[in-house]
Nanobody
Framework: VQLQASGGGLVQPGGSLRLSCVAS??????MGWYRQAPGKQRELVAA???????NYPDSMKGRFTISRDDAKNTVYLQMNSLKPEDTAVYYC?????????????WGQGTLVTVSS
């Protein structure tokens, strides 16, 4: 099972980026994006189920959009109106449930830097 994230980089405030995460070796009931800024805990950015139901924390609503292409086993995160405080390593996450137990799988992370 592997999650390969890409699309990070340096962007100016107000700019946009789209992150991609390709999953191989398994299908995940829920896929999502988390981020971790220096000195802070990892936090949920967005998640999406196989049915297409999405979940955004209140602080992430409005500027971030998650989507998935099951034919490509890929999840995307469109980020708009980026702010310096969005600077973080963004991690792709895949969830599976087996016998009621949740298993989390993580990609390697992709760095997003928002700076002028």
């Amino acid at each position: 099972v592997q999650l390969q994230a890409s699309g990070g980089g340096l962007v100016q405030p107000g700019g946009s980026l789209r992150l991609s995460c390709v999953a191989s070796g398994s299908i995940f009931s829920t896929m999502g994006w988390y981020r971790q800024a220096p000195g802070k805990q990892r936090e949920l950015v967005a998640a999406i189920t196989l049915r297409g139901d999405t979940n955004y924390p209140d602080s992430m609503k409005g500027r971030f959009t998650i989507s998935r292409d099951d034919a490509k086993n890929t999840v995307y995160l469109q980020m708009n109106s980026l702010k310096p405080e969005d600077t973080a390593v963004y991690y792709c996450n895949g969830q599976q449930y087996r016998l009621g137990v949740r298993y989390d799988y993580w990609g390697q992370g992709t760095l997003v830097t928002v700076s002028s």
